[in-house]
């Protein structure tokens, strides 16, 4: 672990996100430390983006220091990234320094990001550009058997994708509230989820 004091490139990062190269070393090993499936470096780098904890960029070289210093090692077929000893000391040992937010922030992004990963590989989607924006295809499947397939036009690229993951959280709300409406039974729509409450 070396250079950890220069402050970090913090361009897209929430105020509450790190600033720190050391800090964001840690919170990689944390990561890696916690996860139950596999994780790339793309896995990783959006983990950081998904809540804004760090810079693309130096989340990108904390993985790529860790790496060499022999914290973290790639794999070159699969492009796993997997912890070792060192690594896994580093994680037992500063977790703490980090915010308890940003833990929880991680690893609910880790959790979410590992969510839609098992989803998709059930349920598809698809982006197509079009003459004035996207068409966003939406397809629910129950084993081999597609069961529902949406197609939603948006104006922007931002907004397939935006549409594209809140499929792949939760797609069976989606399936059971146009079932609901489709086939006249109230009964088997999903439960408004209660706004949370601002402090």
Do not use: W
């Amino acid at each position: 672990m070396h250079d950890d004091n220069i402050d970090a490139f913090t361009g897209g990062v929430r105020p509450d996100g790190l600033k720190n190269k050391s800090d964001i070393k840690v919170l990689v090993c944390f990561l890696l430390s916690h996860s139950t499936q596999p994780l790339s470096r793309r896995d990783m780098t959006d983990i950081f983006l998904d809540r804004g904890l760090a810079n693309y960029f130096e989340a990108s070289d904390a993985i790529s220091s860790l790496i060499r210093h022999g914290n973290v090692t790639e794999n070159a077929e699969s492009g796993a990234i997997e912890i070792t000893v060192s690594g896994r000391q580093i994680a037992d040992t500063l977790y703490d320094a980090l915010p308890l937010t940003i833990r929880e922030k991680s690893l609910e992004a880790m959790s979410k990001l590992i969510n839609r990963r098992h989803v998709s590989k059930q349920n598809k989607t698809r982006i197509e550009a079009c003459d004035k924006g996207y068409y966003v295809t939406c397809t629910v499947n129950d084993g081999d058997m597609e069961t529902m397939s949406v197609r939603i036009y948006v104006p922007s690229y931002n907004y397939a994708t935006v549409v594209r993951d809140r499929f792949l959280d939760d797609p069976e709300t989606l399936y059971r509230a146009v079932m609901a409406q489709m086939t006249d039974t109230p009964e088997i729509a999903p439960v408004p989820k209660k706004p949370k409450r601002k402090l």
